[in-house]
């Protein structure tokens, strides 16, 4: 699909308007050019300008045939460039979305929302003081939000702060992300660092060496000013594709660097590939008190795993299941992903009932996401997924699912190039959510990444700014550099948090 857009020389509109074409299209190329005689669509924009910013949008088929829509809103103070051309783009994304719509009689449930975190919006208004109900008119009017996705959001945040009353009030405190980068193998639709162990070793222990150096001097330094650790998450790439003894000596690092380890709210481990874990491990982690762990199918059909690179069987993960509970794992998550490769409603069925039989503490429903740099997405053409209608059945499989199953929304996320234009939802039984996933989602503290492509997010206590840092993707050059990115990482709290550790 081509669509020539007229009227919008600005070239900052460029990506707005191909983000949300892409919902509605595949491999659709947006040219701002009103005489493209390439074009399947031409859309001309009229946008003016004054006390309101006024916009009118024409489409025009191959056929000739005429969609229009148009828009008008007072243009509110601003006080950069920055700030005006925003609400110069919001309207016409309007305008646009609304045209499109018109043309090929899909509705985006999301409005003109592209971003990750949708709750997040929410959250900010109620923090503001606005009335929920003003609030829901508000990101219906101002991002075309239909109610339904509305509905959901007040779920999730009202189920967030009964988790974590304090949320808007954790900023002093840190959460933690530690990133492992290795794995069995790499799935088919995996984008994080995650590199084959096997054969590694001498990598996975300089690696190892250079994490615990990360622990002890963010630990000395969060000691040094008093700051509280809200949440630990480790991830990666498996956590659990290093051995036991190795695990064992980084939880000891973990009690011996950070502070006041026993008063952390939740220590979690991903222990996703079944294929990891072992009697060993297990008996590791609870000797550590760490009891929350995700153990993720993302299939119960064979044939799905072996498309897109699981080396583990079904029967593995229901076996792995049972021996975590035997161990003493009082918390347990489970993935799934809706529209694998090959996977239709009657697959995902069969997913959800098997997973009925286990009945993990947490759920996570995701979408999936071709994302840029897969082998899914760089081989398109040889992963058959599910069309849009299928999809959405899927996932209304999954809502109903959980709720007749005691589970309910607490977290939710979306991706570009999502299936559907979708979400992936963390559903959970009561008293049984993931308070990082609140946390990274939401976005109410700094959350310090130490490892292999461990991002961190620092969020300035009191504007509330973030600023992104990441480490190195790949084990050797994070094991060449990573006492200068933990200097790097100390200076930057350094500017955020004074000797008492209160905002600087």
Not at 195 to 212: C, E, P, T
């Amino acid at each position: 699909m081509r669509i020539s857009i007229g009227g919008l020389a600005d070239e900052r509109f460029h990506r707005p308007l191909q983000l949300i074409a892409n919902l509605f299209f595949e491999d659709c190329q947006i040219v701002l050019s009103v005489d493209d005689e390439a074009a399947d669509l031409r859309i001309k924009f009229d946008l003016q300008v004054a006390e309101e910013v006024s916009v009118a949008a024409e489409l025009i088929d191959q056929k000739g045939a005429v969609h229009f829509s148009d828009y008008g809103k007072e243009l509110l103070p601003f006080e950069s460039e920055k700030e005006r051309f925003k609400q110069l783009k919001n309207a016409v994304a309007h305008v646009y979305l609304t045209v499109l719509q018109d043309y090929t009689d899909i509705t985006q449930k999301w409005g003109i929302l592209t971003g990750v975190r949708p709750t997040k919006l929410l959250h900010k208004k109620l923090q503001e003081g606005i009335p929920a109900e003003v609030a829901h008119q508000q990101l219906k009017d101002d991002y075309l939000i239909t109610d339904e996705k509305i509905q959901l959001m007040q779920q999730i945040v009202d189920r967030q702060l009964t988790v974590v009353p304090d949320l808007y009030s954790l900023e002093r405190e840190v959460s933690i992300y530690i990133g492992i980068p290795f794995c069995p193998t790499k799935c088919a639709y995996c984008t994080f660092p995650a590199y084959a162990i096997n054969g590694r070793q001498g990598s996975v222990d300089s690696f190892l060496g250079g994490l615990h150096y990360e622990m002890r001097k963010i630990g000395e330094w969060l000691k040094e000013k008093g700051v509280r650790i809200t949440t630990v998450y480790y991830g990666g790439g498996t956590p659990t594709s290093i051995t036991a003894e190795e695990m064992d000596m980084l939880y000891e690092e973990m009690y011996a660097s950070f502070p006041d380890v026993d008063s952390i709210r939740e220590i979690t481990v991903e222990a996703g590939r079944p294929d990891t874990i072992t009697r060993e491990k297990l008996a590791v982690m609870k000797k550590w008190n760490i009891d929350r762990i995700s153990i993720n199918p993302q299939s119960y059909t064979q044939e799905t795993l072996r498309a897109i690179g699981r080396h583990h069987t079904v029967e593995e993960t229901i076996d792995k299941f049972h021996l975590a509970r035997s161990a003493g794992m009082n918390n347990i998550n489970m993935d799934l992903i809706i529209g694998l490769p090959g996977e239709g409603l009657a697959e995902f069925t069969h997913s959800l009932g098997e997973t009925e039989k286990l009945m993990p503490e947490s759920l996570t429903v995701h979408t999936l996401s071709f994302k840029r740099a897969s082998e899914m997405t760089k081989n398109k053409d040889r992963y058959r997924v599910a069309g849009r209608t299928e999809v959405e059945k899927m996932m209304k499989l999954a809502q109903d699912w959980t709720t007749s199953n005691g589970y309910a929304p607490y977290y939710l996320y979306r991706q570009k190039n999502i299936l559907g234009n979708l979400e992936n939802v963390g559903y959970s039984l009561p008293n049984q959510e993931s308070i990082y996933n609140i946390m990274i989602m939401e976005e109410q503290q700094t959350i310090i990444g130490l490892g292999c492509g461990a991002s961190s997010k620092f969020i300035d206590p009191l504007s509330g700014k973030i600023t992104h840092f990441s480490n190195p993707k790949d084990p050797k050059s994070y094991n060449e550099s990573f006492e200068a990115y933990t200097e790097e990482k100390i200076n930057i709290l350094n500017e955020l948090f004074s000797e008492n550790g209160s905002p600087a």
